[in-house]
């Protein structure tokens, strides 16, 4: 993940030396070589997926194309910032490697899940997770699409709101392969212990607007880039929309920067209209040659 960044462009380089250096361990080495297992510890795979989103950021800066507003889901914001020069990298690879680890502690593990619902009829949604509750925590996560909802919770509560979705017409329950059940109120814990990180960090003012998870709302200065961050934990990612907001405003071109290209497919099913890239390999760049401008997500 990165190394034929780093292996093309200097500016992915710098990324890397700077993310290592803020750590102080080799992420890069950890990005480029793995182990698995080290990588998928959610307190590596966060500031791996920052630095990796962050090192493709600029070499697409390097070479003009740079955003008139950015988004960023869930961990994506902290890169989406730092694109928007509200936070410095290093910061932010601290950040995250802290909210990796209050993350994973929030939770013993076993206790949480998460699970993808597609094509869960509209109207259904709030039923069903009221219906599965039972007691426990079941609630939305990530309102990614029209046609995805990935909810979040304890686990035998996830499990009945899986099959009470299939009852209520869902195409398919998919439980996902998380390691803590991000973005419910189990998440609590970790969200006050990144309180007091969040505010030992100068945040400043955006140089472009963020439309952020929380609110799903165009954001501008430091102090709300702060409060969107620390509200977003126990909170769901309204990704839809934070979509249907940019397009309301008329952006209509949009570039995925990073590791994969699932918002690059959530966008497609949020509106076909909408024209959207990826850009986190060197081969990805022939794509975008002929963009004068861009939207980055």
Not at 105 to 114: K, L, N, S
Request: glycine share 10%; with cysteine; aromatic share 6%.
């Amino acid at each position: 993940m990165g190394k034929r960044l780093a292996g093309a462009y200097a500016a992915a380089r710098r990324v890397f030396e700077e993310a290592d250096d803020a750590l102080g361990f080799p992420i890069s080495r950890l990005c480029f070589e793995g182990p698995e297992e080290d990588l998928k510890l959610t307190e590596n795979t966060q500031p791996a997926l920052l630095t990796v989103s962050v090192a493709a950021f600029e070499v697409l800066r390097e070479r003009g194309l740079t955003p008139d507003s950015v988004a960023g889901h869930s961990l994506g914001e902290y890169a989406a910032l730092v694109a928007a020069g509200s936070l410095r990298l290093g910061e932010a690879v601290r950040l995250v490697r802290q909210r990796g680890r209050y993350m994973q502690e929030a939770v013993p593990a076993g206790v949480g899940a998460m699970a993808a619902l597609l094509k869960l009829p509209a109207g259904k949604l709030e039923p069903v997770l009221a219906e599965a509750a039972q007691g426990e925590i079941v609630s939305a996560a990530n309102l990614n699409s029209p046609d995805q909802v990935v909810i979040a919770g304890h686990a035998a509560a996830v499990g009945r709101a899986m099959e009470l979705a299939k009852a209520a017409g869902a195409r398919r329950a998919v439980l996902l392969p998380v390691s803590a059940p991000f973005h419910c109120a189990l998440m609590k814990p970790a969200q006050e212990r990144l309180r007091a990180s969040l505010d030992a960090t100068e945040f400043r003012d955006l140089a472009f607007p963020l439309v952020n998870n929380w609110q799903a709302r165009e954001v501008r200065t430091g102090a709300e880039a702060r409060e969107g961050l620390y509200q977003q934990v126990p909170n769901p990612v309204r990704w839809l929309e934070s979509i249907r907001l940019l397009a309301a405003q008329g952006t209509t071109r949009f570039v995925e920067v990073g590791a994969g290209s699932v918002l690059t497919g959530l966008l497609r099913n949020i509106d076909p209209a909408l024209e959207g890239w990826k850009f986190g390999e060197p081969a990805d760049l022939d794509g975008l040659a002929g963009l004068a401008r861009a939207h980055v997500t």
